[in-house]
Nanobody, 118 residues
């Protein structure tokens, strides 16, 4: 079992920045950020594997940067140039992945809310 805890998030105006952090209780192959809004499927925003390979969604690429500490249990997501469409519950994940495919077991945090106002 892996415990995952997020921090950061909050409210910001369009064009602003926010930094999300996530801590896992032990190292996993991959860590990533997903987001979800009411009535929509969970969307992968960014992920990084143990070798440092990063993947971004089309909407995140160029604006967001994902990073992982050397111990590989802490994950950050720097979000810049935020737009209202980025408003969502951001959820950290830790587990095993190959590309954009995640494999059981994947451990999820409770999520942290991001709200971007126009």
């Amino acid at each position: 079992q892996v415990q995952v805890v997020e921090s950061g998030g909050g409210s910001v105006q369009s064009g602003g920045s926010l930094r999300l952090s996530c801590a896992a209780s032990r190292t996993t192959l991959c860590m990533g950020w997903f987001r979800q809004t009411s009535g929509r499927e969970r969307e992968q925003v960014a992920s990084i594997d143990r070798d440092g390979w990063k993947r971004y969604s089309d909407s995140a690429r160029g604006r967001f940067n994902i990073s992982r500490d050397i111990g590989k249990t802490t994950l950050d997501l720097q979000m810049n140039s935020l737009i209202p469409e980025d408003s969502a519950m951001y959820i950290c994940a830790a587990g095993a992945c190959v590309g954009n495919e995640w494999y059981a077991p994947t451990y999820w945090g409770q999520g942290t809310q991001v709200t971007v106002s126009s």
